[in-house]
């Protein structure tokens, strides 16, 4: 069963110094406190969840279903409505807030954001193909796809073949980033590497799924340091 999670704003990319020399590159994200809006139960929708809400937005923006939404609700409105599936929801009651102390004994982040966009894309950028050849009468097609459909049956181009095209814009996930450092002051979080999107996009932030065993950069340090202390014990 899924647990909850966070939405933060993509701030940009750092990098990260450590007293071993190394230089981690790093993204920061600014993740806002979700506010519970709505419990939802098995009885009523046939699934166990709860509704979070973040972001502010202002009155005049919000249509009349949704300011009578909130308002019955008797919660400030919220920019984005998320819903998280839980197991039960007995621990949960309208009006909780979480913030990002529900990663503090996480190591790894799941992220989902969308890509940047790139319009209209040919071939060669898309897909990364090798275009046609550069001399011997090949006539300013250099960066074409080439043929796409067949000449006899069925004669027609079957969905989902590889052509010039809408690129980017798409939402992906990244799995397995690991937190490097946590500013609960400012509701700053540093993920190792790169996440898709642009500056000031929005990101799911999730805990990670799979079940990882691989050691985090602090615990490779912490282990060096050992290794050393110990050889120079022996000296």
């Known amino acids: 069963m899924n647990e909850i999670g966070l939405i933060g704003t993509k701030i940009g990319m750092s990098r990260q110094f450590y007293k071993t020399g190394q230089s981690i590159p790093v993204t920061v994200l600014k993740v806002e406190k979700g506010r519970v809006v709505q419990l939802i139960n098995k009885e009523k929708r046939g699934y166990n969840a709860i509704q979070l809400g973040?972001?502010?937005i202002k009155n005049s923006k919000l249509t009349k279903a949704m300011k009578g939404y909130f308002s019955k609700k008797n919660t400030e409105p919220k920019r984005i409505l998320k819903e998280f599936r839980v197991k039960s929801i007995e621990d949960y009651k309208e009006g909780n807030e979480f913030g990002i102390e529900i990663?503090?004994?996480s190591k790894f982040l799941d992220v989902r954001s969308?890509?940047?966009g790139k319009g209209f894309a040919g071939a060669m950028k898309r897909h990364n193909f090798g275009g046609l050849r550069a001399s011997h009468g090949v006539s300013i097609s250099h960066r074409a796809h080439g043929s796409t459909g067949q000449n006899q049956d069925p004669g027609k181009v079957f969905k989902g073949k590889k052509m010039a095209g809408h690129m980017g814009d798409k939402l992906r996930s990244v799995q397995n980033l690991e937190i490097v450092k946590t500013d609960l002051?400012?509701?700053?979080?540093y993920l190792k590497g790169s996440i898709p999107g642009s500056k000031n996009s929005e990101v799911l932030l999730k805990k990670?799924?799979?079940n990882i065993k691989k050691l985090t950069i602090n615990e490779k340090i912490e282990i060096l340091e050992k290794s050393k202390k110990s050889k120079d014990k022996k000296k």
Request: no cysteine; proline share 0%; aromatic share 12%.
């Open 54 to 56: 973040f972001g502010k």
């Open 103 to 105: 990663f503090k004994d």
């Open 114 to 116: 969308k890509t940047i």
């Open 185 to 189: 002051e400012n509701g700053l979080i």
């Open 208 to 210: 990670a799924v799979k």
